[in-house]
C-alpha cells in the first residue's frame, strides 16, 4: 500500500459484498445490511455499474469467494462466543461491516488498519448515517512504527480474555516473518482464543485452468502498490499453526458445500483454489 493512502483492494471488497446484497438471490450468503448504506452516494454509479459483468465467470467466482470468507469466519465466531470468547480482533478490517451489525451483544470488536483507511471508512460512516455503536473501537496501527500488541492494549483489549482474531484477505499481502510473529502473539492468548484467515496454495500448486486468473490479479494488485507475498501448500500452513490444537482447513469443495448447494443462481466457487482456516487453543469451535 503507498504510504499515507487508504487500500484500493478494500473498496473492491466492498463493493463485491454489497453487490451480493443487490443482484444474487435470496437466501444471501452473507446477510449484511450494512454493506450497500456504508457505501454511500459517492459509489452508487460504481455499484449499478458492476451489474454489467454480474456474471461474468471470474466476477461470480470472486464474489463467492469474498462473501463465503466472510461467512466463515462469521459463522465459527458465534461458536467461539458461545464458549466464551468476548473480543474479536479484525486485522487488515478494511471496509469489513461487521462491527457495525455485531449480534453478540458481550463481544467487543477491535478493527485494526493503517491510519488512512480507518480515516477513510469512518468519513463514509458519517456520511452515510451508518452508526458506529460503543463496542467497535478503531485502533490505527502504522505498521512501520508501532507495535500492534501496544496499540492494541491501548485501546481497551484485554489479552487475559479469550480472543478470537480474523486476518480476510491478510496473509497472501505479509512476509513469513510478519505472519509468524503475528500467529505468536495470537497464541498467547488464554485457552478458547484463536484465529480465523484465508490463505492460497503457491502457483505450482495450481489447477492449471487457474493460473491465467492468479497471474491477472496477482498482476493487478502489485500494480496498485499491494502485492501478493506469502503462500502455502495444506501441508506448510499446518506446520506454522502448531500452537494451535483444534485446526480445520476447509477448501473451495466444502465451502460450495456449506454455502453454495443448491443456489438458484449460479454463485459458486467453481474453479477457486482458496483455502480458509479456523485454529483454536483449546476449543472445540472448529467442529
Do not use: C
Not at 478494500?10 to 457505501?39: E, F, K
Request: glycine fraction near 6%; hydrophobic fraction near 40%.
Amino acid at each position: 500500500m503507498h504510504k499515507g493512502q487508504a487500500s484500493r483492494t478494500a473498496l473492491g471488497v466492498a463493493l463485491r459484498r454489497a453487490t451480493h446484497q443487490v443482484y444474487d438471490a435470496s437466501p444471501l450468503v452473507l446477510n449484511d445490511p450494512i454493506a450497500v448504506p456504508l457505501l454511500g452516494n459517492r459509489y452508487t454509479k460504481v455499484l449499478a455499474d458492476s451489474e454489467e459483468d454480474l456474471y461474468e465467470e471470474s466476477s461470480r467466482m470472486m464474489r463467492a469467494w469474498l462473501v463465503a470468507r466472510s461467512r466463515f469466519a462469521e459463522d465459527h465466531l458465534a461458536r467461539a462466543v458461545g464458549d466464551g470468547v468476548r473480543q474479536y480482533v479484525l486485522l487488515g478490517a478494511g471496509l469489513d461491516t461487521f462491527g457495525f451489525r455485531n449480534p453478540h451483544p458481550r463481544l467487543e470488536v477491535y478493527e485494526v488498519d493503517h491510519p488512512a483507511t480507518q480515516s477513510w471508512k469512518k468519513e463514509l460512516a458519517e456520511a452515510s448515517g451508518v452508526v458506529i455503536p460503543e463496542s467497535l473501537h478503531f485502533v490505527a496501527v502504522d505498521f512501520e512504527t508501532q507495535k500492534l500488541s501496544e496499540r492494541l492494549e491501548e485501546a481497551g483489549l484485554d489479552a487475559n480474555v479469550p480472543t478470537v482474531f480474523a486476518m480476510l484477505g491478510v496473509v497472501m499481502y505479509l512476509t513469513a516473518d510478519a505472519f509468524g510473529e503475528t500467529l505468536k502473539y495470537i497464541a498467547d492468548f488464554p485457552g478458547k482464543s484463536g484465529v480465523i484467515f484465508d490463505y492460497a496454495v503457491p502457483r505450482d500448486m495450481l489447477p492449471a485452468d487457474e493460473i491465467d486468473a492468479r497471474d491477472e490479479l496477482a498482476s493487478r494488485v502489485e500494480s496498485i502498490g499491494e502485492p501478493f507475498r506469502l503462500f502455502f501448500s495444506p501441508y506448510e500452513v499446518k506446520d506454522v499453526l502448531g500452537a494451535f490444537e483444534s485446526i480445520q482447513d476447509v477448501d473451495d469443495e466444502e465451502l460450495n458445500r456449506l454455502y453454495f448447494a443448491g443456489r438458484t443462481d449460479q454463485l459458486n466457487l467453481k474453479g477457486r483454489s482458496g483455502h480458509m482456516i479456523a485454529a483454536f487453543r483449546g476449543s472445540s469451535s472448529v467442529t
